[in-house]
């Protein structure tokens, strides 16, 4: 095992060497580094000339020149060896130090687009899986094929415009005429009628509850003007708390394990109690106290589930645990709408809060709350411009997977076994299907911090594709390696990790030793 | 003269089932994934769609010096009708003077769109056909000689999966004006696309090239050379044809993508890409200028993402097993049907079943 991965290591090695070598002569030879100082008419234009030749050594050849960034880029890798050195941008900053700036931004920007894009497309997947060629599989697959044809581009420009530019128009007044209430009600009625299924009959009446629910919501969230100043409040934290509850319990354990659902609900009573409790002191909470109360509430519902006990402990754990998450993000999110009407009517957001560009308002001030909403409204159309396009595949993969472990002769024996359907799919099916996910999971992971160099175009969002792309721009070969370089490794590193994961997972695949 | 075998097959008809006999009879590979496409409701209308723009894009405003039945050329600037607004009406259908409007210097969106979808499709055939060509030509290479070559070549993969297109597309983006321009983009861009396609062609070649026939045809004394392209790349045809049309279907949102940020096809070509670059700024004043060349992308990419599923549908050997599944599962489940509400829709409605359901 060892071995195997010293020799992977040593053989990507050359690899990225090689590859970097490629880059570099590619980014050099792409253009002149000096034809906007050329171009100008400034006086000191010769001295420019002399100062960026120096400055990115441009008498040397491109092929050595190479080995002299080579030079400073092994420092970065090899203890000891002295200061780390990618050379300098045009605009003479370090390219250390634009990266540092750069990879937290795009981490921020790319990981919860990534993770929703994950959990929703292997949801998606295997429900799909499980009802093959039905209508809600016909129509998730038709959808998902549509965004996977969509260029990425597009989407965000519609983005920009119907979900920043319209809905900050549309909240000036927060009311919604009666023709888009109607179609929102119809559309909602439709999509459940075909996710509940059944005869045409409890279609039928899935579609008309769902639709006047969908219409009586929205009739009462327009004459209440609940988009100005939104908030859920403890009843509808309680009564989505029980759902959860039900849902979980379903999920882990089946409701004939009425420990397990009784330690659910006694996590949402709890929740509800503590709704009440900590209002104020999250007030005034901060980004680590917030975790703080999250951790603790996680091993409150441990403890719960601990001591309810039942005939399978963990199944309780897992219910209790997986309520109380739901119950913290309700709360939280309650907490993000209490601070709604304040951000908006700040004198920077000027009751336009969805932005169409950038990360953050500059100069603005205020607690956990505000800030923290300033940045979900900026990242909130990247995101979902970002998680539309990556949801198809994960969709794709995850019911193809689903569908071939369903074919299983394991999954036969256990049916035959007496199993009950739910610890067929939980149980046996579907950590297998996650199997061949882990790799291509792994492999996405890796080629996450590259950026999504569209998207942060789109959205002005200062991160490793920006850098990446303003440095092709302007033949700026020492930012365009450094993207380069860091993306080659996670690439290379995420590579044999997806390698690893499979034989860990699966035993009958083991690395060649 | 007829072969016993022909001969038997007419004397003993079997008219009360006919799709057994369908079975016996032999029919070649391609026949059967024809079949098996021509069942495939979203590939077929993927194709027929594709091809009915195909024809629409060509023959409207022609192509090179063959003109097309459009009275605006791409390049024409007629003067602005309608403040611009696109003239096409549904009902009753008419597409006036500008059906797809005008831009700000007049230019008639209909023949640029037109023009953009040519460049565009025929950007994505050429790198599905070169990214193609150089991916089976070292994946085979990799698979069938093994060893250091598959070593050397496997690596050689690997250093080009790193490499960003970006930066490939930034180099030809200051080159191709001299160099042919278009073409040379969508050369390059297959020249940096086929690692993919080398990979499961290796991985097919590996696993083709131990079996029986391989020895036979090396016995007989065939060449390497025969042996890879007569005997093993025919058998690997499947994963070849489905993985091209993905390759092409990603190559046409790359090239879109490319040509947004500005390092794809140069002005004054044109591309759906390109035109959508320039006209977004225009969204709130021109909205137009911004949907058709947006719709058309759409269009082209889920046409071919949905050709290439009925392909791998149509190639999968297991996929029939699948349909004799869905089939004993339905008369299974028939019975039950009774009991539950749930069977009795599913037959009713889409004839649709889950087999995995007991």
Not at chain 1, 479 to 496: D, H
Not at chain 2, 169 to 190: K, P
């Amino acid at each position: 095992m060892l071995s195997y991965i010293v020799r992977r290591l040593v053989a990507s090695l050359f690899i990225l060497l090689g590859a970097s070598f490629i880059v570099y002569l590619l980014i050099a030879y792409s253009g002149d580094p000096l034809a906007s100082i050329r171009s100008s008419n400034s006086p000191s234009k010769d001295a420019q000339i002399a100062n960026r030749t120096e400055m990115l050594n441009l008498n040397v050849p491109p092929v050595l020149r190479y080995f002299v960034w080579l030079g400073g880029a092994v420092k970065c890798v090899v203890p000891f060896a002295g200061q780390c050195d990618l050379g300098v941008t045009l605009q003479n900053q370090p390219v250390t130090e634009a990266l540092g700036q750069a990879i937290p931004a795009t981490l921020q920007l790319l990981t919860a687009a990534t993770l929703l894009a994950i959990v929703f497309g292997v949801a998606i997947g295997v429900v799909t899986a499980l009802r093959q060629y039905s209508t809600l599989d016909y129509s998730v697959t038709f959808i998902s094929f549509l965004f996977f044809s969509l260029p990425v581009f597009w989407v965000a420009v519609l983005l920009k415009e119907f979900g920043a530019i319209k809905f900050n128009n549309f909240l000036a007044t927060a009311t919604i005429a009666p023709g888009v209430i109607v179609t929102i009600a119809l559309i909602s009625g439709l999509v459940w009628a075909v996710i509940v299924a059944g005869t045409w009959r409890r279609r039928a009446i899935t579609f008309g509850v769902a639709a006047a629910v969908t219409a009586l919501v929205l009739v009462f969230l327009s004459a209440t003007k609940w988009f100005q100043t939104p908030s859920l409040g403890p009843v509808v934290i309680a009564v989505t708390g029980v759902a959860i509850a039900y849902g979980a319990t379903i999920l882990f354990a089946g409701l004939r394990n009425r420990r397990a659902l009784y330690s659910a609900l006694i996590c949402v009573g709890v929740g509800v109690i503590a709704y009440f409790a900590l209002q104020p002191l999250l007030e005034n909470i901060g980004l680590w106290g917030l975790v703080g109360l999250f951790v603790l509430s996680i091993a409150i519902a441990w403890a719960i589930g601990h001591f309810m006990g039942g005939y399978d402990r963990t199944q309780s754990i897992r219910a209790a645990v997986l309520t109380t998450f739901g119950m913290g993000l309700l709360i939280v999110i309650d907490q993000f709408m209490q601070n709604w009407q304040a951000y908006s009517e700040n004198p920077l957001v000027r009751g336009r809060p969805i932005p169409t560009i950038g990360s953050k308002i500059p100069g603005l001030n205020g607690d956990f709350w505000i800030t923290g909403l300033d940045t979900m409204t900026h990242l909130i159309l990247p995101t979902i411009s970002i998680i539309l396009i990556s949801l198809a595949s994960y969709t794709r993969y995850s019911r193809a997977s689903m569908l071939e472990v369903m074919g299983q002769d394991y999954v036969r024996t256990a049916r035959a076994k007496g199993l009950s359907e739910r610890v067929v799919v939980t149980r046996h099916a579907f950590r297998n299907a996650l199997i061949p996910l882990a790799t291509i999971v792994a492999f996405d992971i890796g080629g996450l911090i590259g950026g999504a160099v569209i998207t942060e175009n789109v959205f002005s969002f200062q991160g490793m594709g920006q850098l990446f792309l303003t440095g092709i721009k302007n033949i700026d070969p020492n930012p365009v390696m450094g993207v380069a370089i860091v993306t080659g490794i996670t690439a290379v590193v995420f590579n044999l990790l997806a390698d690893l994961a499979y034989s860990a997972l699966d035993p009958r695949v083991r690395v060649k030793a | 003269m007829t072969s016993p075998l022909s001969n038997m097959d007419e004397v003993s008809p079997s008219p009360a089932t006919p799709e057994p006999e369908e079975q016996v009879r032999g029919l070649s590979q391609g026949r059967i994934v024809f079949k098996r496409f021509m069942d495939h409701r979203g590939a077929v209308i993927g194709i027929i769609v594709f091809v009915l723009v195909l024809i629409l894009a060509v023959s409207s405003i022609g192509l090179g010096p063959i003109p097309g039945w459009w009275k605006y050329s791409y390049k024409d600037t007629p003067d602005i009708v309608n403040g611009g607004h696109p003239t096409l009406q549904w009902f009753p259908f008419h597409l006036g003077e500008h059906p797809f409007g005008q831009d700000r210097v007049g230019r008639d969106m209909f023949a640029m769109t037109m023009r953009g979808a040519q460049i565009s499709i025929s950007i994505m055939l050429i790198v599905g056909i070169v990214a193609a060509a150089v991916g089976i030509l070292i994946g085979a290479s990799a698979g069938f000689f093994r060893g250091k070559t598959e070593a050397i070549l496997m690596r050689f993969t690997d250093m080009i999966i790193i490499i960003p297109s970006l930066i490939a597309a930034a180099v030809i983006a200051t080159t191709s004006r001299q160099l042919g321009g278009v073409w040379f983009l969508a050369a390059f861009l297959g020249l940096v696309s086929w690692t993919g396609m080398a990979r499961l062609v290796r991985g097919d070649f590996l696993t083709l090239r131990e079996r029986e026939f391989v020895d036979a045809a090396r016995l007989a004394g065939a060449s390497n050379r025969r042996i890879i392209f007569k005997h093993i790349l025919p058998n690997a045809i499947g994963v070849i044809t489905v993985n091209t049309t993905l390759l092409m279907s990603s190559a046409i949102l790359t090239e879109t993508a490319l040509s947004y940020v500005g390092l794809g096809v140069q002005p004054p070509d044109i591309s759906l890409g390109l035109l959508i670059s320039q006209n977004q700024a225009a969204f709130s004043t021109r909205p137009w200028l911004f949907w058709w060349p947006g719709l058309f992308i759409v269009i082209i990419c889920l046409c071919v993402n949905f050709v290439g599923d009925g392909l791998r549908d149509a190639f999968d050997p297991r996929q029939k097993k699948f349909r004799l599944k869905k089939d004993k599962g339905e008369q299974r489940l028939a019975p039950a049907a009774l009991e539950s509400p749930i069977d009795d829709a599913l037959h009713g409605s889409s004839g649709a079943t889950e087999p995995g359901r007991p």
